[in-house]
């Protein structure tokens, strides 16, 4: 047990199954107060249940929200705030797959917004704006968890409304978290707030993967614990491949597509940030 996360509150989003769900046990085991997340209230409360035994940890508490609505991912900041004085780690996992191969159709969110950025993107960025005022200056951090899986946006179809493709709809949307990953760390750095983006490990055994590719390459338990590695890294505003810091994609880096993506993405979450 590590005595450094005892008493911590962390929050996982996409913690009912798959690399959520394994964090959430991993953690509570170490006597942090671990806050579920799922969009399955049934499944949920089962997941709750499972752990809160397994972990011999009382402190678990899940909440529910569906990740295609921003309206839902808007009321479930509200409820975290409403009940929990701070987040000391927030873990965005949610995550939509490319979906199932050789070809995926087009998906929209409840909102009418192409699916993988919805989800993958976007939601991310209200929850976590939402949360910024319970996270504590000093000592709080966000893990964005990525993939090494990036493709440039196309900022002239960012909704991919022509010629779509689910694996770059997955990949456009990865790279977005990661530039929002290096502009919130540049904002937050002076605040001691740590922001990092993660690729855990390469098409892990998960739900997920296994429906999109029909096979995998690593075990959920290496994406645990390179992410439950970056939880005592003393670094902010990096991508990391695993347990080792590494580069984005060069659009990542690039402050006129950062300006870009911050536009578009203000001006589709106007209306759920107030």
Not at 43 to 64: H, M, P
Not at 111 to 136: C, Q, S, W
Not at 198 to 204: E, F, G, N, Q, V
Not at 235 to 251: C, F, M, N, P, R
């Amino acid at each position: 047990m590590n005595q450094l996360l005892k008493g911590k509150t962390i929050l996982i989003t996409g913690s009912t199954d798959g690399l959520g769900k394994l964090m959430a046990q991993d953690l509570a085991m170490q006597g942090a107060i671990v806050l579920l997340h799922g969009r399955d209230k049934k499944k949920g409360k089962s997941v709750l249940d499972e752990l809160s035994k397994f972990t011999k940890n009382n402190q678990l508490k899940y909440y529910n929200g569906d990740f295609a609505s921003l309206h839902d991912v808007k009321a479930l900041s509200e409820e975290i705030r409403q009940t929990q004085k701070q987040i000391d780690i927030l873990i965005n996992n949610v995550g939509v797959g490319s979906g199932k191969a050789p070809k995926v159709k087009r998906e929209i969110s409840k909102d009418g917004l192409e699916l993988r950025f919805a989800i993958n993107y976007l939601a991310h960025v209200l929850l976590t704006e939402k949360l910024l005022p319970i996270l504590k200056p000093g000592s709080s951090q966000i893990i964005n968890v990525a993939s090494v899986g990036q493709e440039p946006i196309n900022f002239e179809d960012v909704m991919i409304e022509k010629a779509y493709e689910g694996l770059f709809a997955y990949r456009q949307a990865k790279t977005a978290l990661i530039m929002y990953t290096f502009d919130l760390a540049e904002r937050l750095k002076d605040k001691g707030i740590k922001v990092n983006a993660i690729h855990p490990a390469s098409l892990m055994n998960t739900k997920m993967v296994l429906e999109g590719w029909g096979y995998s390459l690593t075990t959920v338990e290496q994406g645990a614990e390179a992410v439950e590695n970056l939880i005592f890294a003393d670094t902010t505003g990096e991508y990391y491949d695993g347990k080792k810091v590494s580069k984005a994609i060069s659009q990542a880096y690039d402050p006129n597509a950062r300006k870009t993506l911050k536009k578009i993405t203000d001006k589709l979450l106007k209306d759920f940030l107030t």
